[in-house]
Nanobody
Framework: QVQLVESGGGLVQAGGSLRLSCAASGDTFNSYGMGWFRQGPGKAREFVAAINWRQGNSAYANSLKGQFTISRDVAKNTMFLQIHNLKSEDTGAYFC???????????????????WGRGTQVTVSS
């Protein structure tokens, strides 16, 4: 059974940076696409970024390019999301997700993912 556990969230001042981690277990992920989504207060969950686990190529939400960097450590089965220049609107729960069908256009939609973590909370104070 695939399990995804996020960590690294917390309270941070506006303008600061944060690195979130997602520890994956329960399968070999070479053929997976992996992604990050977020959900702000009163908002729908939205796509942030995704990465091809095997090749390392990535995709980002157009509106968030430049502020987020996704990466992974294959040996440790861990994915990361580096967030720069945090703003109050970045406040929310951040979720990692795994797509067993791989990396393709579907990674920008929640429906493209089979497995989800429980999320880690990021709160940005102004």
């Amino acid at each position: 059974q695939v399990q995804l556990v996020e960590s690294g969230g917390g309270l941070v001042q506006a303008g600061g940076s944060l690195r979130l981690s997602c520890a994956a277990s329960g399968d070999t992920f070479n053929s997976y696409g992996m992604g990050w989504f977020r959900q702000g207060p009163g908002k729908a969950r939205e796509f942030v970024a995704a990465i091809n686990w095997r090749q390392g190529n990535s995709a980002y939400a157009n509106s968030l390019k430049g502020q987020f960097t996704i990466s992974r450590d294959v040996a440790k089965n861990t994915m990361f999301l580096q967030i720069h220049n945090l703003k109050s609107e970045d406040t929310g729960a951040y979720f990692c997700a795994a797509a067993s069908r791989g990396f393709g256009p579907w990674v920008e939609s929640e429906d493209g993912f089979d497995f989800w973590g429980r999320g880690t909370q990021v709160t940005v104070s102004s």
